[in-house]
Nanobody
């Protein structure tokens, strides 16, 4: 059984940085993708970033250049480094995992079967 646990959220001011962590267990050690998604109140879940077992990375347009996704394979942990945070980044952030696929699959929330519980990120103006 795959389990994902996020941590690192919090309340920060605009321009600050945060690093989210996603620790996984029970996941396959190859052919996987771990994605970060976020959901603000009243909005659909949005793709943020993803990394594959081959260290390919993908980013949503709204975070490109500000967020960085990385992985420590020894710790089964995927990180989302978020810099220059803006009020519009406020959301619950989720990590998700499943087998890797093409680009359209990696950025699609519906493609992932395993999800963490989410961590709240709030950015004040």
């Amino acid at each position: 059984q795959v389990q994902l646990v996020e941590s690192g959220g919090g309340l920060v001011q605009a321009g600050a940085s945060l690093r989210l962590s996603c620790v996984s267990s029970g996941r396959t050690r190859d052919n996987y993708a771990v994605g970060w998604f976020r959901q603000a109140p009243g909005k659909e879940r949005e793709f943020v970033a993803a990394i594959t077992w081959a260290d390919s990375t993908y980013y949503g347009d709204s975070v490109e250049g500000r967020f960085t996704v990385s992985e420590d394979k020894a710790k089964n942990t995927v990180y989302l480094e978020m810099n220059d945070l803006r009020p519009e980044d406020t959301a619950v952030y989720y990590c998700a995992a499943d087998r890797a696929g093409n680009f359209q699959a990696i950025v699609a929330a519906g493609r992932y079967n395993y999800w963490g519980q989410g961590t709240q990120v709030t950015v004040s103006a």
